[in-house]
């Protein structure tokens, strides 16, 4: 069964870190480029971080995160991560992960939504002092 599985989500101080985890089942990640998105309160989901497959690219920041959040891969563990540091309240949201056969005419990934086909439950980030 295809499943995308987030953690590492919860409550954390302004300044703080989290590190967000997905872990596939079904699929192997490396063949897909793989996107956090994010769903604050009362506003739209958000692309905010992208790592393209194996077959090349680079990867894509939101200007809002840039900086602060590092995305990653672990291909044995099958597992993608997303570093935040330097937390902000506005970071608060339902983070999820998605994996979609993505090919881009040139660097970097896509973050843009639809594009993505299988995404994980989300798990809860938030930030409050």
């Known amino acids: 069964q295809l499943q995308l599985v987030e953690s590492g989500g919860g409550l954390v101080q302004p300044g703080g870190s989290l590190r967000l985890s997905c872990a596939a089942s079904?699929?192997?990640?490396?063949?897909?480029?793989i996107g956090w998105h994010r769903q604050a309160p009362g506003k739209e989901r958000e692309g905010i971080s992208c790592?393209?497959?194996?077959?090349?690219?680079?990867?894509n920041y939101a200007d809002s995160v840039k900086g602060r959040f590092t995305i990653s891969r672990d291909n044995a563990k099958n597992t993608v991560y997303l570093q935040m540091n330097n937390l902000k309240p506005e970071d608060t949201g339902v983070y999820y992960c998605?994996?979609?056969?993505?090919?881009?005419?040139?660097?970097?990934?896509?973050?843009?939504?639809?594009?993505?086909?299988?995404w994980g439950q989300g798990t809860q980030v938030t930030v409050s002092s």
């Open positions: 998605a994996a979609g056969r993505i090919v881009t005419a040139q660097p970097p990934c896509s973050m843009v939504a639809f594009l993505y086909d299988y």
């Open positions: 790592v393209p497959s194996s077959s090349g690219g680079s990867t």
């Open positions: 079904g699929l192997n990640l490396n063949d897909y480029t």
